[in-house]
């Protein structure tokens, strides 16, 4: 079983940006598909972002194509989510999970058996 932990979440003023990171406990993440999910007060908890364990193919939400960028790093074992021009509507609890990344479109979390404990995003509005 996957045990998977979120570190970087904060407060940042709209416009601002903030780095997430995922990581593994007893293992680590170099060859498995990554995804960084949200969920905001009272709202389904939605895909934000994925890689694929094979190639580093990538799939955004429409809500933040543009704005955040997920990207892995082999050398410290860490998934990433760089998130830009963050929004008041960016704030939410955000989640690693693993292992998968469809072919196209955001993740779902159907999809997801393995899943983090969370990092809390706050942009004021």
């Known amino acids: 079983q996957l045990q998977l932990v979120e570190s970087g979440g904060g407060l940042v003023q709209p416009g601002g940006s903030l780095t997430l990171s995922c990581t593994g406990i007893g293992f680590t993440l170099d060859y498995y598909a990554i995804a960084w999910f949200r969920q905001a007060p009272g709202k389904e908890r939605e895909g934000v972002a994925c890689?694929?364990?094979?190639?580093?193919?990538?799939n955004y939400a429409d809500s933040v194509k543009g704005r955040f960028t997920i990207s892995r790093s082999i050398a410290n074992h860490t998934v990433y989510l760089q998130m830009n021009s963050l929004k008041p509507e960016d704030t939410a609890e955000y989640y690693c999970a693993g292992d998968y990344c469809s072919d196209s479109g955001p993740p779902a979390i159907n999809e997801y058996d393995y899943w983090g404990q969370g990092t809390q995003v706050m942009v004021p509005s």
């Open positions: 890689i694929s364990d094979r190639d580093d193919r990538t």
